[in-house]
């Protein structure tokens, strides 16, 4: 699916609140995209966003692996422009060093 695709519906965003670097990359896949959504609701959990979806209250860009797990009726569609990548990192206390 590209993403002009989806440019004019309804959104379902999870809120920036709770994870700005997450909410900031996908305005930004929008932006470039030239698409300014319409976000009809957001929510604090991705599982609600997902859930938001399945009511037809909107699309989401969600992870994959999100979509792929969640029990709703849902599916995930590749994106087919190019998109950057969302960087994925291991979260330890600070002082602690992981064991090799």
Do not use: W
């Amino acid at each position: 699916m590209r993403l002009s695709d989806v440019s004019g519906q309804d959104f379902v965003m999870y809120e920036r609140t709770y994870a700005p670097g997450f909410h900031d990359l996908i305005f930004g896949i929008l932006r470039d995209a030239r698409i300014v959504p319409n976000v009809s609701q957001t929510a604090a959990e991705i599982s609600t966003v997902i859930s938001l979806v399945v009511a037809h209250m909107g699309i989401a860009i969600l992870p994959a692996s999100a979509v792929k797990h969640s029990v709703a009726s849902v599916i995930a569609c590749h994106i087919v422009d190019q998109i950057p990548m969302s960087e994925i990192g291991i979260a330890v206390s600070k002082g602690v060093r992981p064991q090799s």
